[in-house]
């Protein structure tokens, strides 16, 4: 019985800690805006990834009208898919202290992927550092969070 | 086992209720994304402009490259006994090399410093024994510079910015392991108020103190970088200093016709020796060079980007001083030898490591 119980709390323990740290590592979910006020992207969880797809624009348009497209992604086939829904942030994991690594992020206005260190400044703002192999090639935006208006 | 068991269980009830996509949902009515608010926050974020406009050549973080200069001919000035004399030059040739590192890099401040090297050989014709000193010495030792830079940019608001650049270069006719004389340093800077209106245009008015035209200037600057609406061509200037125009077939090759004003203050301690007047202490040649020139630039592999230029080297100035003058207007004081080079085609290639 003794065993039974002390199995039970380590079990709680891990249990506990597993998901203390699932929530820490869930406040970067959420709709975030980029330093300039020109996207917001919504980040969300994939798998035990994190992610995010740039959900608006203030220019959602070409001067022409038209819809902005990823037209200078390197793979051929992309280059007529919007720029609005396309998956900007790929695969972040959550190490510790606020930090996200291991991701990549993709400039469509350039068509190239950085290696990507997120870091969670305080719940509402995270500092967003792409780079080229080693972090000194880089640079940091730092994102806002912003929420939807009640309607 | 029936412990076992029941862990077993556990264990597979928190994995599977843990698991969820391995993608990111498909989304939805984007239209719900316009009405936000800020959330507040203890950290207060403005915003600014940021560095680049759109299609701007990428920034080159580090580049290796080799310059050659086609048969072209020297006319070197009479001085003392030495009479004046034009020498065939075979060619010229000289590596270049350059690093940036931006040590901060952020939205409210950039700043990258620099270090480069660049040498210039002269293969002449004839034997340079008994030559002109000036031949004598340019033969054997060659031109070199070595440099450190600083640049800084820092916006002021979603529209406005400044830029503040200073460099130091020890240029002179020293060896490789030698230690540049302080005669040899030569200091440049610039600064620059910009406006950036939108995405696709900035532009700057500044001054700068600048060697480029062989002997120190200090002369106001323009910068204008901007990108046509159809974002197939542009204009990136930094006047007096560099001006192309910028042709994107896709955002991996890139074509620009311009033209560099390139040029420096070269402190020759050699040529004092070989001229064993005791006259002259501080023997510095003004170089400098108009490049007309084509360019196209690519992606080799993601961010390994290679260059390959051809043009024209013409001369502007290849005069010589004993002792720093500025010169705000004409040519007085008169120079200690008024020579030149002829113009001759030139290439330059080089590979780079660009910036995101």
Known sequence: MKKITLLFSLLLILFTSKAQTTEEADKIIGLWEVGSGKARIKITKYGDKFGGKIVWLKEPNYEDGTKKVDKNNPDESKRTNPTLGLNNLLGFSYKEKGEYSGGTIYDPENGSTYNCVITLEDDNTLKVRGYIGVQLFGRTDTWKRVILKAK | ?356
């Open chain 2, 1 to 356: 086992m029936r412990i076992s068991g029941f862990v077993f269980l556990f264990l597979f009830s928190v994995q599977l209720f843990s698991q969820q996509k391995d993608s990111i949902p498909a989304e939805e009515d984007f239209s719900q994304y316009a009405d936000v608010e800020v959330a507040t926050s203890t950290i207060v974020v403005k915003k600014y402009c940021s560095q680049k406009i759109i299609g701007l050549s990428p920034a080159k973080l580090i580049s290796a490259g080799y310059d050659f200069v086609f048969k072209n001919k020297l006319t070197a000035d009479t001085l003392g006994n030495f009479l004046g004399n034009v020498d065939t030059i075979y060619n010229n040739y000289g590596v270049r090399f350059a690093a940036n590192f931006p040590v901060i890099s952020n939205n409210k401040l950039i700043l990258n410093l620099g270090v480069n090297y660049l040498d210039f050989k002269y293969s002449f014709e004839r034997p340079i024994n008994n030559v002109h000193p000036l031949n004598y010495n340019l033969a054997t030792y060659g031109l070199r510079s070595y440099g450190l830079n600083g640049t800084l940019f820092k916006p002021l608001n979603e529209k406005q910015f400044l830029i503040i650049q200073a460099q130091g270069d020890w240029n002179g006719d020293f060896k490789m392991n030698e230690l540049p004389a302080g005669n040899s340093l030569k200091i440049s800077g610039a600064a620059i108020y910009g406006f950036k209106p939108h995405d696709r245009r900035q532009y700057g008015f500044g001054v700068t103190r600048t060697y480029r035209a062989g002997e120190v200037n200090y002369i106001p600057v323009f910068l204008y970088n901007y990108t046509f609406q159809n974002r197939k061509m542009g204009f990136e200037m930094l006047l007096p200093a560099r001006a192309n125009f910028r042709y994107t077939i896709n955002s991996r090759n890139m074509l620009f016709a311009g033209f560099e004003l390139e040029g420096n203050s070269y402190f020759l301690k050699n040529i004092e020796k070989n001229y064993n007047f005791g006259l002259y202490n501080n023997v510095q040649l003004r170089r400098s060079e108009i490049r007309p020139r084509l360019t196209y630039e690519f992606s080799v592999y993601k961010f390994i980007w290679a260059s390959v230029q051809v043009g024209y080297r013409l001369n502007y100035r290849f005069n010589i001083d004993d002792g720093e003058y500025y010169r705000a207007f004409g040519d007085e004081p008169p120079y200690l030898m008024n020579n030149s080079v002829s113009g001759a085609p030139y290439f330059n290639v080089s590979i780079n490591l660009v910036s995101p």
